[in-house]
């Protein structure tokens, strides 16, 4: 815990002298700097255009996306593939919602609580499998969010059990994470997106990403010259468990109501692997993609054959894994890139000559 915490004190610190002391106005005539600039301003600008439903889905295509790139993390880059993520997204849920509920705790400290239980969960586990090898932590992260769910459903007394706990909506009040206008979720959601892409990418330029895609390659090799595997495994899931737990805590401030077969169900941890897989595992920008398209591909569904055809949503989700692993099995991610390249060389700005 102590290893991820210094890793992104370190890293923030470092990025903003950098950004302070390497500015350079005429930079931003480039075509791979002003286009994501253009982006973000569209991100941030055109949402107060949009109606309620709109922003609904893109609330929900950014919550994914976050839990997704989390994910990634350690099921991408690590190549520790992880099927009960959502043990640290029910515990991030349940939580802030507990200590709201009983004590009208903020869910803002809650959040904050539900980390530390989800780092001190993501190193027990790590600590029992990752000096293993084989599918230990595949079979270990499932039997851990199992295990929650259960729990969570018997211990009625305290959780209400299947019949979940409910949020009281007590008017706009940001401290208590309610708000009256879906626009605010809907900023906070795109900020725990650009967190988790950045950590992302700070993870995936550095020594510890380095040796994780070492160790997800050849792990014997790797340790052979001197990556230690438990050390940089665990801080891995580290992150990825805390970002999982925050992304838990938004949840259910903004649905108003867990309850556990919903938070800590198979099927959810299926849904960030496959955001991931569908995107591209390993890259950057792969399980936002792969949120974007997932999610919207679930809201067509819903709005064309509602509740019409039961689990037509999941026989789409299997075709379209199907088609990726044998068309596209890195992803869509390499695909997109390539042509977001060839349109920033077309664009005004560009270092490349025309006609070459």
């Known amino acids: 815990m102590k290893e991820a915490s210094a890793f992104v004190i370190k890293s923030v610190s470092g990025d903003l002298a950098r950004l302070v002391n390497g500015f350079n106005i005429a930079s931003l005539t480039s075509p791979r700097i002003y286009l994501p600039l253009a982006a973000l301003a569209s991100l941030i600008f055109v949402p107060p255009l949009l109606s309620r439903y709109y922003l609904h889905i893109l609330v929900l295509i950014f919550l994914f996306a976050a839990a997704g790139e989390a994910w990634n993390i350690v099921g991408g880059f690590g190549g520790q593939f992880s099927l009960g993520h959502a043990a640290f997204f029910g515990l991030g849920a349940y939580t802030s919602t507990m200590l709201f509920h009983y004590f009208e705790l903020s869910p803002w400290l809650g959040m904050f609580l539900g980390v530390f239980f989800s780092l001190f969960l993501s190193w027990g586990i790590g600590w029992l499998c990752f000096r293993l090898q084989g599918p230990y932590f595949v079979i270990a992260t499932i039997a851990l969010a199992e295990v929650l769910r259960f729990l969570f459903l018997s211990q009625r007394w305290l959780t209400m059990g299947a019949a979940g706990l409910s949020i009281k909506f007590k008017g706009h009040n940001p401290w208590l994470f309610q708000f009256n206008s879906k626009l605010a979720y809907y900023y906070i959601a795109l900020a725990l997106t650009l967190i988790a892409v950045y950590t992302t990418y700070k993870i995936a330029s550095s020594r510890l990403g380095h040796s994780l895609v070492a160790l997800g390659q050849n792990q014997a090799a790797a340790e052979a010259v001197g990556v230690d595997s438990v050390k940089v495994k665990q801080t ?56 974007l398209v997932l999610r919207l591909l679930t809201e067509y569904t819903s709005a064309s054959f509602g509740e019409g055809l039961a689990g037509i949503q999941l026989v789409i989700y299997g075709g379209l894994l199907i088609a990726m692993v044998m068309v596209k099995p890195e992803g869509l991610a390499p695909v997109l890139g390539k042509l977001y390249n060839r349109l920033a060389d077309l664009l005004p700005g560009s270092n490349v000559k025309k006609g070459k």
């Open 236 to 291: 891995a899931l580290a992150v990825s468990a805390a970002l999982t737990s925050m992304c838990g805590t938004f949840y259910a401030q903004y649905t108003f109501f867990v309850d556990p077969d919903t938070v800590f169900g198979l099927n959810l941890s299926v849904e960030f692997a496959l955001f991931a897989i569908i995107g591209g595992v390993g890259t950057l920008w792969g399980p936002v993609i792969g949120a």
